[in-house]
């Protein structure tokens, strides 16, 4: 059975940092596509981070460029967002998602859908 996992979210102050983990059971992530999102109360999700596995190829949003930094274990199980410098608007639930769409070596870290979606964990920055 495939699945996600998102896990290393909490309560922080703001400026300081989290690192939140997206695990995959069930499969590995080889050659695909992982995005990260938000979703704030009463706004839109918001896309987040994008890499593509095969190729290391990232995306960030400009909230969050120079901030946030998405990187993958060697084993290829298990994708990371690491977050700093956190601010209150950063507060959301966070979701990783997976295109099971073959990328190799595209250089194209976001793909236009997601097929699979975490259960999602909650960041809260505040003081």
């Known amino acids: 059975q495939r699945q996600l996992v998102e896990s290393g979210g909490g309560l922080v102050q703001p400026g300081g940092s989290l690192r939140l983990s997206c695990a995959a059971s069930?499969?590995?992530?080889?050659?695909?596509?992982i995005g990260w999102f938000r979703q704030a109360p009463g706004k839109e999700r918001e896309k987040v981070s994008c890499i593509g596995i095969s190729d290391g190829s990232t995306y960030y949003a400009n909230s969050v460029k120079g901030r946030f930094t998405v990187s993958r274990d060697n084993a290829k199980t298990t994708v990371y967002l690491q977050m700093n410098s956190l601010k209150p608007e950063d507060t959301a639930v966070y979701y990783c998602?997976?295109?099971?769409?073959?990328?190799?070596?595209?250089?194209?870290?976001?793909?236009?859908?997601?097929?699979?979606w975490g259960q999602g964990t909650q960041v809260t920055v505040s003081s």
């Open positions: 998602a997976v295109d099971f769409t073959i990328a190799i070596g595209t250089m194209i870290p976001c793909p236009s859908e997601y097929h699979y």
């Open positions: 069930g499969f590995t992530l080889d050659y695909y596509r």
